[in-house]
C-alpha cells in the first residue's frame, strides 16, 4: 500500500486541477506579457513563462482539465464500445463471432497511436474527433477481454440454471453475464487511461487536438520545441505531468491487477 501513497497523492492534485484550477494556481494560462517572455522559473513565475511570456505553471495546471478530459472521455467511449461488442461476440452463433473476432485481431495489430492518426487523418482534427479516434484504437483491448470472459460466464453453473428456470436471453445477459465479466475493466481501464492520455497529447503536439490558444499539454510541447535552447523549462514541465501521469495511473492500475488476481505485491 505504501508504494501507492504517491501515486494517488499526485492523481489527487491531478483531480483538483482538473475540476478547480483556479485553486492550485491563480494566474491566466492565456495572459502574455512579452516583457517577461522566456523568463526562468522564479519566484513570479514558478515553472517559468513561455515564448509569449504566459505562466507556464498555469498552463499546466488548465492544460490537465483538456489532456485528462480527452483521456476520460476516449476511455470511456472505448470501455462501453469494448463490452458491447465482447458481449455480441462471445453470444453471438460461430460465423458472427468469428467475424468480429477477426476485426479485433487486425485492429490490434496496428499500434494504437497509428490507428488514431490514421482515423484523425480521414475525419479531420478537433477535439472530438481525437476522442473518437483514440477510443476506436483501444475498443478491441477491451472487447477481446469480454469476449473471453462471456465464453467462461456463459459456461458457468448459474446462467445454465437460469436457462433451465426459462428466462430470457435478455434477462440472463443483463442480470448474469454482463456482471460478471466487468471484473477486469477497472484494471484495463485504468492503465488505458494512461494510454489514451499519452495518445491525446501526441495527436496535440501533432496539431490535431486543441488549437493555440488553447492549453494542452501536447501543444504545449509543439510550441516549446522551437525554443528547447533558450527556454528548456517551457517543454519540461507539461513533459512531466505527461510522463506522471501515466506513471501513476500505471503503478495504480498494476495493483489493481495484483489485487484482482489474488497476488500480493
Not at 448459474?158 to 426459462?166: D, H, K, M, N, S
Request: net charge positive; proline share 6%.
Amino acid at each position: 500500500m505504501r508504494r501507492l501513497i504517491l501515486p494517488l497523492v499526485f492523481l489527487a492534485v491531478l483531480a483538483l486541477a482538473v475540476a478547480v484550477p483556479g485553486l492550485v494556481t491563480g494566474a491566466d494560462p492565456l495572459a502574455a506579457d512579452p516583457l517577461a517572455a522566456l523568463a526562468p522559473p522564479g519566484g513570479e513565475h514558478w515553472f517559468g513563462s513561455d515564448h509569449l511570456g504566459r505562466d507556464v505553471l498555469a498552463r499546466v495546471v488548465h492544460g490537465a482539465r483538456h489532456s485528462i478530459s480527452i483521456g476520460v472521455a476516449a476511455t470511456v467511449f472505448a470501455v462501453t464500445s469494448g463490452v458491447l461488442l465482447g458481449l455480441a461476440a462471445g453470444l453471438s452463433p460461430k460465423w458472427l463471432d468469428e467475424a468480429l473476432a477477426r476485426s479485433f485481431d487486425v485492429l490490434s495489430t496496428l499500434p494504437e497511436l497509428l490507428l488514431a492518426l490514421l482515423i484523425v487523418a480521414i475525419t479531420g482534427p478537433g477535439t472530438g474527433n481525437v476522442i473518437f479516434a483514440i477510443a476506436v484504437a483501444q475498443v478491441p483491448n477491451y472487447a477481446r477481454v469480454i469476449r473471453a470472459q462471456t465464453f467462461v460466464v456463459r459456461r458457468s453453473g448459474y446462467v445454465e440454471q437460469a436457462v433451465t428456470f426459462g428466462r430470457s436471453r435478455l434477462a440472463i445477459t443483463v442480470g448474469h453475464v454482463l456482471p460478471n465479466v466487468l471484473g477486469p475493466i477497472p484494471v484495463l481501464a485504468t492503465i488505458g487511461l494512461g494510454q489514451a492520455v499519452i495518445a491525446g497529447s501526441g495527436l496535440s503536439f501533432l496539431g490535431m487536438g486543441p488549437q493555440p490558444p488553447a492549453a494542452e499539454w501536447g501543444a504545449m510541447l509543439s510550441e516549446a520545441r522551437n525554443y528547447l535552447r533558450v527556454a528548456w523549462w517551457e517543454a519540461l514541465f507539461p513533459g512531466l505531468a505527461i510522463t506522471l501521469t501515466v506513471v501513476c495511473l500505471t503503478v495504480v492500475g498494476r495493483r489493481l491487477q495484483q489485487r484482482f488476481e489474488g497476488r500480493t505485491s
